[in-house]
């Protein structure tokens, strides 16, 4: 079935190490976001990518890198996981800039870090 | 500094009856809002959106107001079902640009049957 998918949908590591999430669409969006989602704020905006290869910050974007090579994948990787990065993450896409916003999310990937 | 605001963490309400999801924002360029719904281990889905040259916005049993001077948006569901039970994001964007779509801290719905 076509969509948005991200995986794995559960993770649990260790501070210090390296944790990469997934994400990978089939409706060829020139537009993919992450954004992380925790108790009182709501949903935040990590990095988002315009195309393959643009990738731009967005208001949270310290201790992430992301990629995107294809159009379809855009994961996201935390270089050395810290605690406060104990969250839910959401990938999501949009066929374009102009798509009044309209965003289609994954499922999420629930990250714990111990 | 928070640019969309909902000030209410919850929300509970008989089934039958009006909800009503209320969201603030500061930044007076805006043009496009948006509200999304989530529910648990769900991503957020697209539920109805209003651009600022209009004030309301129908479908079905979503009605979303705008009040440009106030800075207010309201989403209205009528009748509620217990279906409607979920968090709800509001969110907005400038020019309708999906790049930085704000988003506000949610509202958490439950009808009651």
């Known amino acids: 079935d076509a969509g948005i998918t991200q995986s794995p949908r559960y993770k649990i590591t260790e501070t210090g190490r390296q944790v990469t999430l997934m994400c990978h669409q089939t409706?060829?969006?020139?537009?993919m976001f992450w954004y992380r989602q925790d108790l009182g704020h709501g949903l935040r905006l990590i990095y988002y990518?315009?195309?393959?290869?643009?990738?731009d910050k967005g208001e949270v974007p310290d201790g992430y890198v992301v990629s995107r090579s294809k159009t379809e994948n855009f994961p996201l990787t935390l270089e050395s996981a810290t605690r406060s990065q104990t969250s839910v993450y959401f990938c999501?896409?949009?066929?374009?800039?102009?798509?009044?916003?309209?965003?289609?999310f994954g499922e999420g990937s629930r990250l714990t870090v111990l | 500094d928070q640019q969309v605001k909902q000030n209410s963490p919850s929300l509970s309400v008989q089934e039958g009856r009006i909800s009503i999801l209320n969201c603030d924002y500061t930044n007076s360029m805006f043009d496009y809002f948006l509200w999304y719904k989530k529910y648990p281990a769900e991503g957020p889905t697209f539920l109805i959106s209003?651009?600022?040259?209009?004030d309301k916005n129908e479908d079905g049993r979503f009605t979303v107001f705008l009040n440009k001077s106030a800075k207010h948006l309201s989403l209205h569901i009528v009748p509620s079902q217990p279906g409607d039970s979920a968090v709800y994001f509001c969110?907005?964007?400038?020019?309708?640009?999906?790049?930085?779509?704000?988003f506000g801290k949610g509202t958490k719905l439950t009808v009651n049957p």
């Open positions: 990518s315009a195309a393959a290869d643009i990738t």
């Open positions: 999501a896409s949009s066929a374009s800039r102009m798509n009044t916003g309209e965003l289609f």
């Open positions: 209003i651009s600022s040259i209009k």
């Open positions: 409706w060829s969006h020139s537009y």
């Open positions: 969110a907005a964007s400038i020019q309708g640009g999906s790049e930085k779509l704000v």
